[in-house]
Nanobody
Framework: QVQLVESGGGLVQVGGTLTLSCVVR????????MGWYRQTPGTQREWLAT???????LYGDSVKGRFTIARNHANNTVDLQMNRLKRSDTAVYSC?????????WGQGTQVTVSS
């Protein structure tokens, strides 16, 4: 009933900027808690950012001050703007939504940061 699809990943240079989008079908994003994680091969998935159902915003320490999460009500998306990117930001980025006590995930989008 709920589908999430990430987009916007790709190759970017160190110090650059990239914006990811998570489009949601079946719900209105303004009424749900949503957020972003990332994961590299062989590592634990790392929490990055959450926007709650009452619009409280929280960030992980590794991205605080560089990444911004926001709702785009016109497009029914939750976006993640990533600034001053580092090589260590290279990962697969996935979005989630919490509904009825269950967390649903998108398929992920690859971000690669290099010189």
């Amino acid at each position: 009933q709920v589908q999430l699809v990430e987009s916007g990943g790709g190759l970017v240079q160190v110090g650059g900027t990239l914006t990811l989008s998570c489009v949601v079908r079946g719900i209105v994003v303004s009424r749900q808690t949503m957020g972003w994680y990332r994961q590299t091969p062989g590592t634990q998935r790392e929490w990055l950012a959450t926007i709650t159902n009452d619009d409280t915003i929280l960030y992980g320490d590794s991205v605080k001050g560089r990444f911004t999460i926001a709702r785009n009500h016109a497009n029914n998306t939750v976006d993640l703007q990533m600034n001053r990117l580092k090589r260590s930001d290279t990962a697969v980025y996935s979005c989630f939504v919490d509904m009825w006590g269950t967390r649903s995930w998108g398929q992920g989008t690859q971000v690669t940061v290099s010189s």
